[in-house]
């Protein structure tokens, strides 16, 4: 059986909608926040990546989430964009203004449909909220023919109730019904037993798409998200590393995996180009400046990494022994070690695009490049982690208002340490002498003296790339100022050095955000 979706035709009955909120619910994890210029390189991603739809933001929270918005639906061509949007008409005319511009446009209007929401949240009785949703649906219709609607907290609502709750929402208009596991509380049954009694019971069930977006405070999003596939859904809200409120959200590359791995179980079709997860994962990391766990499906350092003795045995004799899917898959490289000072412009190109980096502008190459011979100079062994490091490093600070230029530091125990800092500001050379309890808090007090803040340090941690005495290091750190948290991070040989470019970092980010502010909360 097909369905006609506005703006997918007819599709399959085993087609799956990948949704990626990495953009939306992903940054709105503490620290999570990205600046225009990183949303729109992540959006590009995605859609390297082959995700069906990008829920690129909500629009009505800031100025900066309309204009990221808008943006990303000017510059983002083939995946579907789409605006988040409460059940009040601002919210929705302020969606439908943001996603305009792009050739492909949904509204996502949601509102809260369990006993605890409406009763604490809302303060709303049952039947104004059946009639808010109505109206919602129908209002977001008016701009654009693709509407999906949620029901938050859906997987505690009364069952009876939320069946009206999607029949009204189908009536109206919606062509996407998505039923959220807001607070990670369903198991795989609880969420098989909602969609499978949906889909039977509601009236126009047949003509719409199921969706499903599940929380991981149990650590179930993934499983609860195949659940809702074997009962029928069709579409599934996922993120990039799983990152989003709380304990995040399904992860993309788990879920894509897992299909791809276990076609018997899960006889699925999507659009998703897997040896570009890596790359995506990495980029997403180094925007965000949390790097995902080593042992991390998929995309984690040791994922692919086999130490006990049998295990390599047994790898050396059939892949297969200890790998259910292959690293290349995914976009890992078997032999990382290529690369070293002796190595020119056209093998490193090369070795970019190998990495992922095809489009890469002239200027970039060139700055990227010298920075490789910088480091090659520096440490015996350049790796692949090296090379994606310094690159990125460069990628994520373009436009920014301070930049890194130099440092030097003098340390050790009998004098007191000292820093000479020279940033760049708005185009402009400034420079600043400091000291400190150590060479990190010097450099940090020279940061401080040329871009004043009154940003409060709150983590500041280190860890090396790749192994090694002359590796490089990967510095975070996180600042927060009025109740605004970010994370900025820093990559160098010298952990110093790493240290001041996470600091910079983290300002411009804090910079950015500064003009952020949370929308006015639903009222009845």
Request: glycine share 8%; proline share 4%.
């Amino acid at each position: 059986m097909t369905i006609n979706h506005p703006n997918f035709g007819a599709i399959d009955a085993n087609r799956v909608i990948m949704f990626d909120t990495t953009l939306r619910d992903g940054e709105q994890s503490p620290g999570f926040s990205m600046n225009l210029a990183e949303k729109l390189r992540m959006a590009e991603a995605l859609a390297e990546l082959g995700v069906d739809v990008i829920e690129a933001g909500f629009p009505i929270a800031s100025p900066g989430d309309f204009e990221s918005v808008h943006e990303i639906a000017k510059a983002i061509k083939g995946p579907v964009i789409a605006g988040l949007a409460r059940s009040g008409s601002a919210d929705i005319l302020r969606a439908a203004e943001a996603v305009r511009p792009a050739e492909r446009k949904r509204i996502h209007t949601f509102i809260s449909t369990s006993p605890l929401h409406m009763k604490y949240k809302l303060r709303m009785e049952p039947e104004a909220v059946l009639e808010a949703v109505t109206a919602s649906v129908s209002l977001a219709r008016n701009h654009t023919d693709d509407v999906e609607w949620s029901a938050e907290d859906g997987s505690r609502t009364e069952p009876d109730f939320l069946a009206r709750c999607v029949e009204a929402a189908i009536r109206a208009g919606a062509t996407t019904i998505n039923i959220p596991d807001t607070v990670g509380y369903a198991t795989p049954e609880d969420i098989f037993t909602i969609f499978a009694a949906l889909r039977a019971r509601v009236p126009g069930a047949d003509g719409v798409i199921f969706s499903a977006h599940c929380h991981n405070d149990l650590g179930l999003a993934v499983a609860n998200t195949l659940a809702a596939l074997r009962a029928g859904a069709r579409q599934i809200e996922c993120t990039i590393n799983g990152i989003g409120e709380r304990a995040g959200n399904a992860a993309l590359e788990e879920i894509v995996m897992a299909i791809r791995t276990r076609p018997d179980a899960a006889p699925y079709k999507n659009a998703i180009e897997t040896q570009k997860i890596l790359r995506t994962s990495k980029l997403l990391a180094t925007i965000t400046g949390f790097d995902v766990q080593p042992n991390k499906a998929i995309v984690g350092r040791n994922a692919f990494a086999h130490e006990s003795g049998i295990h390599q045995d047994g790898m050396l004799k059939n892949a297969a022994t200890y790998e259910i899917m292959t690293p290349e898959s995914v976009g890992w490289q078997k032999t990382s070690l290529v690369m070293g000072k002796h190595s020119g412009r056209a093998a490193f190109r090369d070795k970019l695009r190998t990495l992922g980096y095809a489009d890469l502008g002239d200027n970039a190459l060139n700055d990227a490049f010298r920075r490789f011979k910088d480091l090659a100079d520096r440490k015996k062994l350049v790796f692949d982690e090296d090379i994606v490091a310094l690159v990125d490093d460069e990628v994520v600070r373009d436009h920014q208002r301070v930049r890194f230029v130099s440092l030097e530091v003098w340390a050790g125990s009998k004098a007191k340490p000292r820093a000479l800092l020279e940033l760049e500001i708005d185009g402009a050379p400034h420079s600043a002498e400091a000291h400190g309890d150590g060479p990190v808090d010097a450099t940090f007090n020279a940061i401080q003296t040329l871009v004043p803040h009154e940003a409060e340090l709150k983590l500041f941690s280190v860890g090396a790339v790749t192994e090694g005495t002359d590796a490089q290091a990967r510095c975070t750190v996180r600042l927060e100022e009025h109740g605004k948290s970010v994370d900025g991070q820093g990559a160098d040989t010298d952990t110093i050095v790493a240290a001041a470019r996470a600091y910079i970092h983290a300002l411009n980010k804090l910079t950015a955000k500064r003009n952020r502010t949370a929308p006015a909360a639903l009222t009845a």
